[in-house]
């Protein structure tokens, strides 16, 4: 990610709102967006993905990504494992038989 292009993306966009009415429309807290526009931290996949879903016109390169970037551990695990509603379901064990 090139961090300078993605906060002076970040800044251009939010030109009209307060930090607070941006944050709450992006579903994150105004102290996380405060810590991310200060270069304090990086703005994660939900940031991210949240950014992308409200200004789909703004394209990646813009935001200093590309198409190539990683995508975290724990999506591709999430992927990989499926939630408990989609399993089938066990053989009780003979310990938990009447």
Known sequence: MDRHRFLSTLHKVMADSTQA????RLGVSAGLLSRIRSGQRQPGWRVIRA?????PEIPLAEWGL????EQPKSASRAQAVPNKASRPPQRPKMGDLP
């Open 66 to 69: 590309s198409a190539e970037e």
């Open 51 to 55: 950014l992308l879903r409200e200004f």
């Open 21 to 24: 009415a941006f944050a709450q």
